[in-house]
């Protein structure tokens, strides 16, 4: 959306990974107190409909007129305000809100707690979705902080092999700070070549796509090729594999690089994975599916996601520049804290 990417209106609050104090509530909020710190899921869901009965989240069918599915400030998704500001309003709130169980220690692991507005769900789906496990071995493509969160999520799962590949240098040493084999796709070599040499096969159990719509070509001048990654998860994973891909497909992106892609329309090898008898798992991740689980995860030290992740904490003053380093490849996931809260 800040490179003009998405048919985002000018002026649109940002804002989708929330983490914060109630501070005041309605007369309908029941289960909730003034103090509580809690979690907001990206999904903005009413608690009602079919798809959220059916743990669905991410496609509440009542909170955008448009389509299923919303989100608080993010294009196409239902014109909710963002929370990169001091406040913000969060609807449906005894469905929506993860609360905390302890302030203290809440706020003693705040860093890691914020994550699981997003990113940590996120790429968990991603691993889970493809059916990450024990003894696993997995490629995940992107070392975002999303990526990295994938990662993550992975050796949480039990996997035997982790192998991230990137073309950005700073981000495969953060990947490689955790355990990580990684994979520089600016280098020689097929990528299935590049994974033999790692597990002595050119296949994996798993594969997820952590990078979505603005991919590039592999090579050191590589252009963008936004089907690159469904396509070179489908190359590597193995027959009967399932494909997780929390990367963002968009049905408009004005800056697409041909009239197809503008609109969504990508040269994806279908035949390739019905071949291989590939499954697939696209869209947004509900996070209420996994955010208490992974809440616990990081409350009994089982994970360090802040960490793995490289979380950094600025301003809103500061968000600007934040936003200009991590368009140029910064290894960090920025939090935001308007209030202080963090340093105090």
């Known amino acids: 959306m800040v490179r003009g990417r ?4 000018e002026g649109q609050s940002l804002g989708h990974e929330i983490t914060g104090e109630v501070i005041e509530k309605g007369d309908d909020v029941l289960f909730l107190d003034e103090g509580d710190i809690c979690s907001v899921p990206f999904n903005i869901a009413c608690g009602r409909c079919r798809m959220c009965k059916e743990r669905k989240t991410g496609i509440c069918l009542n909170v ?6 919303a989100a608080y400030g993010y294009v196409d998704m239902g014109g909710w305000v963002g929370g990169q500001a001091e406040y913000v309003m969060v609807p449906f709130a005894d469905f929506n809100l993860l609360r905390f169980p302890d302030r203290d220690q809440a706020l003693a692991k705040i860093t890691d707690l914020t994550m699981l507005s997003d990113i940590f769900p996120t790429g968990y ?7 990450v496990t024990s003894g696993s071995t997995v490629y995940i493509a992107g070392a975002g902080p999303v990526g990295l969160a994938a990662a993550t ?13 990137d073309m950005i240098p700073a981000r495969l040493e953060q990947a490689r700070s955790f355990g990580c084999e990684t994979i520089d796709l600016t280098e020689p070599g097929t990528l299935p070549e590049r994974i033999e040499q790692i597990l002595g096969e050119p296949v994996v159990d798993a594969a997820v796509d952590c990078v979505g719509f603005e991919a590039r070509g592999h090579g050191p001048d590589a252009q963008e090729a936004p089907a690159t990654v469904l396509n070179s998860i489908m190359t590597v994973a193995r027959a009967g594999a399932s494909l997780g ?24 090898d279908i035949g390739l994975g019905w071949a291989k008898s590939h499954s ?9 599916k996994y ?12 994970v360090s996601i802040a960490k793995n992740v490289n979380a950094t904490v600025i301003g809103l003053d500061e968000a600007p520049e934040g936003y200009a380093e991590f368009d140029q490849g910064a290894a960090k996931k ?11």
Not at 125 to 131: E, V
Not at 336 to 344: F, Q, W
Request: aromatic content about 4%; proline content about 8%.
């Open 291 to 302: 955010n208490r689980q992974l809440m616990m995860a990081i409350l009994h030290d089982k």
């Open 153 to 165: 999520s992975a050796h949480l799962l039990g996997a035997a092999a982790v192998i991230v590949g």
């Open 6 to 9: 998405t048919t985002a209106p």
């Open 64 to 69: 955008n007129p448009a389509r299923p599915g």
């Open 125 to 131: 789906h991603g691993c889970y979705t493809a059916g």
């Open 334 to 344: 920025y939090v935001i804290d308007p209030h202080g809260m963090v340093a105090a």
């Open 245 to 268: 891909i929390p990367g963002l497909y968009v049905t408009g992106d004005p800056g697409g690089i041909d009239a197809n892609a503008k609109k969504g329309t990508l040269g994806i």
């Open 280 to 288: 697939f798992t696209t869209g947004q991740c509900p996070v209420m």
